[in-house]
């Protein structure tokens, strides 16, 4: 499993070097062998196409050959930047913005992982944590509704179905690589508010009445707050309750 390119992007951190494969198993499996030297800080994987791609909690990620972007990077973030929240907010934030950029769309985020363009996922994002951190995005770009049912994925969407027009998967890749780049060097420096604004506008749901699955139970009420450090919801009697976005598997409007 070789590269068959290499780039070499002048950001300031993320994908200064970028291994292009044709075919790979999983990126994120590729990256994490890599994950032993922290110099590798900021390489990014890039495939054609996988076949062992993984989505969460245990799911397949399926996109045929040279249809989305398939890109992993590998992060070693200091101790302050390792929540998965924070890097959750991060990488949904960039993929709207390389979204935005290059279609005009008003994508919008789903908790906590999915983006959504026209009520439809188009993207899926996985972080996995060890030594290092992966975060692990595919991106629908040219997928038509027959590959979609073919993969047994009717919900799911892809930016040529939207827009009627085929994108390059490598040059959007290079975008959102750059997009990613540009929103986590603030992050090294302790800057966060730019980018909870950005994370909680494209959410949606503050002061809205919502529905938050938590391991223990299912809140409801109204999100008074949102920030990465907690959600503030007032529920049906009044009461302020306050829950650290890590817990909340599933928030969605009433
Ligand atoms: C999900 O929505 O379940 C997350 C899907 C994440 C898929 C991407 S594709 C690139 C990277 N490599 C993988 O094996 N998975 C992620």
Request: hydrophobic share 40%; with cysteine.
């Amino acid at each position: 499993m070789n590269p068959v390119e290499e780039w070499r992007l002048e950001t300031r951190r993320l994908g200064r070097r970028v291994l292009v494969y044709d075919c790979v198993d999983s990126t994120n499996s590729r990256a994490a062998a890599w994950a032993m030297d922290p110099r590798h800080d900021g390489l990014a994987f890039l495939a054609g196409q996988q076949t062992a791609g993984r989505g969460r909690q245990g799911r397949s990620w399926h996109c045929p050959p040279g249809s989305g972007v398939l890109l992993s990077l590998l992060l070693f973030p200091p101790p302050t930047l390792r929540r998965p929240a924070l890097l959750t907010a991060w990488a949904t934030v960039s993929v709207c913005k390389t979204i935005q950029a290059g279609t005009g769309l008003e994508p919008r985020i789903k908790w906590p992982n999915d983006i959504l363009v026209e009520g439809r996922k188009v993207c899926g994002i996985l972080i996995e944590q060890g030594k290092a951190t992966v975060v692990g995005i595919g991106l629908n770009l040219n997928q038509t509704t027959d590959d979609f049912l073919a993969s047994g994925l009717p919900e799911a969407a892809s930016l040529f179905q939207v827009t009627g027009r085929k994108f390059d998967c490598r040059r959007v890749a290079g975008e959102l690589i750059r997009f990613l780049d540009e929103e986590y060097d603030p992050l090294l420096r302790g800057e966060l508010a730019h980018l909870e604004k950005s994370w909680r506008d494209l959410i949606g749901l503050n002061g809205k009445g919502i529905h938050a699955g938590c391991r223990d139970g299912v809140i409801q009420g109204r999100l008074h707050q949102l920030s990465l450090e907690a959600l503030v919801i007032e529920d049906q009697e009044g009461k302020m309750i306050q829950v650290p976005p890590e817990k909340v598997q599933h928030l969605q409007k009433s």
